[in-house]
């Protein structure tokens, strides 16, 4: 996206921050392809065999959006941060409910043979990064941030430094901090 659009994004955003319905209606086919490369990274993280696709990702996500009571965007980065999150929180309901099939919710009879093949996969990755990144917010909130903002939703260094308002070289070593602690969290919960 150029500068200039960028730009008309954070002046819609601030539109409907102030109540202007429409420009939000006007600012979505400006973010839709973004929110789009979003989830395709999200995507590209879990089992081929997933069940979501990107584009219902970006719409459960929007809806999110649109439910939410978070509506003062300070930049277009501000609200792909959020956007991200949404995401994330998508992924993580869907996970989470088919981990919770897997472990008798949706209760099958099913020969012993099959019963074992039952693993959790990347599901059940995923759920155990959401739980160490939990556990990392709850340690200290803007790592935690600056995680979501990294590897959810894609950001570089100087726009997670933007969102954040702190420089880039705290940005930095937050991410250092956050990938070790997690890699650590992680090891553990295997």
């Not at 009879?109 to 996969?121: R, Y």
């Not at 155990?128 to 894609?154: C, H, I, N, S």
Request: no cysteine; aromatic share 6%; hydrophobic share 40%.
């Amino acid at each position: 996206m150029t500068d200039s659009g960028a730009g008309e994004v954070t002046r819609l955003l601030n539109d409907w921050s102030n109540g202007d319905q429409a420009a939000f209606d006007q600012v979505l086919p400006l973010v839709y392809h973004e929110l789009r490369k979003i989830a395709k990274r999200y995507m590209r993280r879990q089992d081929a065999d997933h069940t979501l696709q990107s584009t219902a990702v970006v719409h459960e996500a929007y809806l999110k959006l649109m439910g939410g009571t978070e509506r003062d965007w300070s930049s277009r980065s501000h609200f792909f941060a959020v956007a991200a999150k949404a995401m994330r929180q998508v992924l993580m309901d869907h996970a989470r409910s088919s981990l919770a099939a897997k472990r008798g919710g949706n209760i099958q009879l099913v020969e012993l043979d099959e019963a074992l093949a039952v693993s959790g996969g990347k599901h059940r990755d995923l759920v155990t990064l959401d739980e160490a990144l939990t556990a990392l917010a709850e340690l200290d909130p803007r790592k935690g941030r600056v995680v979501e903002l990294r590897y959810f939703a894609g950001l570089n260094i100087e726009d997670i430094a933007k969102v954040l308002e702190i420089s880039p070289k705290t940005v930095e070593r937050d991410w250092i901090f956050a990938k070790a602690y997690l890699k650590g969290e992680i090891e553990r919960a295997r």
